[in-house]
């Protein structure tokens, strides 16, 4: 199911706000998937992900008034939606401290083009969305928010909590990740040269 | 060849050449460089194929992870379906339904149980304007409260650790918060004693000599004591024996083995002990847990007995009532007020002079000699020992409580809704709470009992043991909310958490309500469920103490490193 458009979107948002029941179940059922879909890319298991879209959802409702209609309604709830999935990710105490040391290991080299086209070309989506849930916590926020949600490198830097300098960082790094889950440690995966 | 932008040496097959590094051809990219850096990209990849070919790689990698990302591979949940709005008003007529049976719960149990009580612990000597006062400042252990200063002290400074916490948490790593709360209660368990000069003595032997005063409280632990002169405050005793022939002006409160009161004690006796003899003066109440208790015939109590013992002789004479539960009863003194026995036997004897009523409900009848003096006949229930469960009234009493807790749960969840959804989510996780429920619902007694040891830590003990019963109190509630959650999904709002529980907790007291007939089935689900919603609390108390979600929160910050200033200039290259 595709997102609603700009227009019915604002007006939904409009007569919700005013507490109109049916147009806060139109922008219910317009969005409620994507915001899964997303959470399902950003937490560990699929109850999570229906938990957490049920609790934005709730949030949402409670805080529409605080929405500022001159910008985008969707990338408003995108927010709403990262923040509480990073939230639950760091309230489970999933640790970034290893992470967070490992960043600044960033490979500075030229990796193998060919391996790094091989690779791509030989994996499906459904085994990146697989690979995806062996990376850690923030890696996998860093490209969800990036390649799902389309945020900026200030959004993201604002969202993880670190300094938009360090956004190609962490998304470099995750890419890294994601090479390793996806085809063991070799030295493609380490950023390693030809 | 153009300038890289972060050139790479690297070794090629026509020898040393610089390369882009993968950092700079993302940021290109992603059109994430400045104009200068990303035209000195744009120039080194038309002359580089290995760049050129890296910088396809990675767009073609960034476009893999977008098409992974939005694929529409799994459809939305049956139960996320509609937004979850209607529990509210479907669960108006339970409630209605709810609140009759409670309150009429509630009314039932007063006027049952909590009046009759009432009255009783008046007419011996525990007067009081109403129940709470009864409880709180007439209570059953100590004189007066004097230490609520005490308690209050401890509590002024958890109230200031917790702000203390709650301050600096987000400055605080995890368990860090946790262990500062641990060391405020250590370091409240370590206090030194309170302006109020009370003497402590610890070692083998205490005594008292006739002609000494100690003007205060005394605590004393030790295997034996002997106090043959003058406290001019309370007696606190821990250990195996003591004999008390002097005198104390305050209490006497005494956790032994064997205890014998020749002497006089001018306010009341609280005793968890083996033996309690009495052969001097109690001016005021006893009140005891024992397996064997005397009051000697030339002993005296001028307020009333509350024992519960394996056997109870009053020889002696009793100012007020007589209030027993024990295995034999027998009374061949004087008591000027009634007597209330539950036991197996309760014998009068021919010198005996009883001028209230005297209820017994008992296995036996009482057996009264002819001497005896009685204001009233004997007053004889025969005790019922039939299975609770096979009484209709024990089904009326469980959906009476049922209602009565389901009432409790609401008042809570309205009360703190934020924290109930996060313990019921808590409770969700099976694994940790279960785990964390085994070392709350054990550990916590004990440490009570533990911090009891002190008088600074009486209070403390106290209230840790009664925060731990309202835990378990509420832990049938969380089951229950998490069963209800199981069956009707998420909630929506506060409202949909509270007729989860309701649906969830009569569930769960359907199911468990046989199984508790069961002896050991019963007890290990009950257990189960006890540990489960207890370790559910915890585990969200604990969540509570954590960071909280914020940037200062973040588990170090990220080291600099040196990267080209951001604009949306670059791009890949048209092939």
Known sequence: ???????????????????????????????????????????????????????????????????????SFSAW???????????????????????????????????????????????????????????????RMALVLRYYSDMSYDEIADELGVRRAFVGVVLLRARHELRQALEGKSALAAGGTS | ???????????????????????????????????????????????????????????RESRLLTRAMLEEDEPLPSRLAEFR???????????????????????????????????????????????????????AFWKGWNSVITLLEVLAMLTVAGFGVAVFRRRLRRGSALAVVLAGLCAALALPAPAAATVFHKGETYELAKDETVKSDIFVTGARARIDGTVDGDLFFFGQSIDISGHIKGDAIIFAQSVRVNGQIDGNIRSFSNNLTITGTVVKNVLTVNEVVNLDSAGKVGGSFTAFAQSIGIDGRLGRDLLTMAGETII???????????????????????AGPIHYEGDNPASVASGAKLATPVEYTKRERRSEYRQGHYYVWRVIWTAAFVLFGLVLFLLLP?????????????????????????????????????????????????????????????????????????????????????????IVRIVYTPLANLHVIGALVGLGIWMWGIGSIALALYNRLQPTASQAAMPGPLPPVSLPPHTTVGGIQPA
């Open chain 1, 77 to 139: 709830l995108y927010r709403v939606a990262a923040n509480h999935c990073w939230d639950i990710l760091r309230r489970r105490k999933i640790r970034q401290d290893k992470e967070t040391e490992d960043v600044e290991n960033v490979p500075l080299e030229h990796p193998d083009p060919s391996q790094l086209d091989k690779l791509i070309e030989e994996k499906t989506s459904e085994e990146v969305r697989q690979a995806l849930h062996k990376l850690g916590a923030r890696a």
């Open chain 2, 418 to 506: 934020k924290f109930a959804a996060e313990t019921v989510s808590a409770g969700e996780r099976f694994g940790a709470p279960v785990g964390l429920g085994v070392l709350v619902f054990f550990g916590v007694p004990i440490a009570a009992v533990i911090a009891c040891v002190t008088v600074v830590g009486i209070p403390l003990g106290v209230l840790t043991l009664g925060l731990w019963l309202l835990a378990l109190f509420c832990a049938e509630i969380v089951v229950g909310t998490v069963v209800g959650n199981w069956i009707l999904g998420k909630p929506a709002d506060t409202w949909g958490l509270i007729g989860r529980m309701a649906a969830g907790f009569v």
């Open chain 2, 85 to 139: 709005e209607r529990a509210r008003q479907s669960f108006g007529w339970i409630w209605g339904v709810v609140f009759g049976l409670a309150a009429t719960g509630v009314y039932a149990l007063y006027t049952t149980f909590v009046e009759p009580a009432q009255v009783r612990l008046e007419a011996a000597g525990f007067g009081g304007t109403s129940l709470l006062s009864l409880l709180l400042f007439q209570g």
């Open chain 2, 1 to 59: 060849m153009s300038e890289p932008a972060n050139p790479v040496s690297q070794d090629g097959p026509g020898g040393t050449m610089d390369h882009l590094d993968e950092m700079t051809c993302l940021l290109y990219a992603e059109r994430q460089l400045d104009r200068a850096r990303a035209q000195a990209v744009s120039a080194h990849t038309q002359d580089c194929a290995a760049c050129r070919t890296l910088l396809r790689a990675l767009d």
């Open chain 2, 332 to 354: 061949s003194g004087t008591i000027e007020g009634e007597v209330r026995a539950v036991g197996r036997n309760m014998s009068i004897g021919s010198s005996a002079q009883i």
């Open chain 1, 1 to 71: 199911m595709s997102e609603p458009g700009v227009t019915e979107t604002t007006e939904a948002v409009a007569r919700a706000r005013a507490g109109d029941a049916d147009a806060w179940g139109e922008l219910y059922r317009g969005f409620a998937p994507a915001i899964f879909r997303f959470c399902r890319r950003a937490l560990p298991t699929r109850e999570d992900a229906e938990d957490a879209t049920m609790d934005i959802f709730i949030k949402l409702q409670k805080n529409l008034s605080q929405y500022d209609e001159t910008r």
